[in-house]
């Protein structure tokens, strides 16, 4: 607690919010959820920070970095990096073969799944998915994530005004169970979907015989 508030407290928190939610999508040890949650707990018991505008910076911060990951996909250097991880490979190839039929959704879904926002960000840039759906599917997303995350928060330390701490416990707590709530409906209807309409996970994508293929650098609905 003596790291975090003075850091709820002051100007420099917007900033790292969407610098945080910007980097996350290549490197998701970042603690971008976190930081919103914790805004969130304090904003409902000290009053500090603002979190309509953290919610909004984190929201612009998350859209930049799926442009980010999205121009890396696109990029040469984009099948050089994902080929570096055999997992991340198989779940890009896994992912590009179901996006023309559904790629809006799974960019709004994979915000919420770990792991998932990178893999689908990068699929889309390396099967040259069109760029304005991607777009709106991307902000979509950053906007419900922020609102998600930030009322989070808010609820915790609502019901622990007295103790912050306790507050952003129990808002991580309560992003984790519903994460966990989301996965096993996911992995629920799975089990029940017809064959080859299951959606990819990173599970299923390390049991895939396959490689991250370079024929997938075709327009979406095209190859």
């Given amino acids: 607690m003596a790291l975090i508030e003075p850091l709820m407290t002051s100007p420099a928190l917007y900033p790292v919010v969407a610098g945080f939610a910007a980097f996350d999508v290549l490197f998701p040890v970042i603690p971008s959820e976190g930081a919103v949650i914790a805004a969130g707990v304090f904003a409902a018991s000290?009053?500090?920070p603002n979190l309509p505008l953290v919610m909004a910076v984190a929201a612009a911060g998350a859209l930049v970095g799926d442009h980010v990951a999205y121009g890396l996909g696109r990029s040469v250097l984009g099948p050089r990096l994902i080929r570096r991880s055999k997992r991340l490979g198989k779940a890009v190839d896994a992912i590009g073969r179901q996006l023309d039929k559904r790629g809006g959704t799974m960019?709004?879904?994979?915000?919420?799944?770990?792991?998932?926002?990178t893999a689908v960000t990068l699929a889309c840039g390396l099967t040259a998915y069109p760029l304005a759906r991607f777009s709106r599917a991307a902000g979509l997303a950053a906007v419900l994530w922020s609102l998600y995350t930030g009322a989070i928060g808010f609820v915790g330390g609502a019901a622990f005004a007295a103790n912050p701490m306790l507050g952003l416990v129990v808002g991580i707590g309560l992003s984790l169970a519903i994460t966990g709530l989301v996965e096993l409906v996911?992995?629920?209807?799975?089990?029940?979907?017809p064959p080859g309409t299951s959606a990819p996970k990173p599970e299923r994508a390390q049991r895939d015989s396959g490689v991250c293929r370079t024929d997938l650098r075709t327009p979406a609905g095209h190859g």
């Fill in 107 to 117: 960019v709004v879904t994979s915000r919420f799944v770990p792991g998932g926002r």
């Fill in 186 to 193: 996911r992995h629920l209807a799975d089990r029940h979907a």
């Fill in 46 to 48: 000290a009053g500090v």
